[in-house]
């Protein structure tokens, strides 16, 4: 890092838009989003920024992260593996919220899953698995597990 940009704030992530269509924006729509990336994520509606059939914001944990869900006569539309990522501290945690997109996916066979698999790079494993419900992106949930260094 450069002493000019050490010297300034650096920007970081803190959103994801999508376009969808209006009908998954209605009230059916909104409560079948919010019921499953509230039970796998923990993420909650920012009900102010509601927009029957136009606006839909989730929160992801914290006010300044979110995903912003707005209407369009063309919605976006992904290839399988275009995603989002989002981390986790522990492969247990990942463990966890894999096994909550399983159980739901139990009850609603829209839930798209792909295993969890774990490359090692000799430092690090990057422990993974995919998971989309609805929406055009996955997202891709990573843990970093750093080997312990040798003295």
Wanted: net charge negative; proline share 5%; aromatic share 10%.
């Amino acid at each position: 890092m450069t002493s000019d940009t050490a010297s300034r704030s650096l920007p970081r992530f803190n959103h994801v838009a999508m376009s969808v269509s209006a009908d998954l924006l209605d009230e059916k729509g909104r409560g079948e989003i919010l019921a499953f990336y509230a039970e796998v994520f923990g993420w909650g509606e920012m009900p102010t920024t509601t927009k029957d059939r136009e606006i839909f914001v989730l929160r992801a944990q914290r006010d300044d992260q979110f995903v912003f869900l707005v209407a369009d006569d063309e919605p976006m539309r992904c290839p399988k593996l275009d995603h989002f990522g989002m981390a986790v501290d522990r492969p247990e945690e990942l463990d966890l919220i894999l096994a909550r997109a399983e159980k739901y996916r139990e009850k609603d066979p829209r839930v798209e899953i792909i295993d969890r698999k774990t490359d090692d790079h000799g430092v690090v494993k990057l422990h993974s698995f995919y998971v989309r419900y609805l929406l055009p992106m996955m997202i891709e949930v990573q843990c970093f597990e750093w080997a312990e260094r040798q003295n």
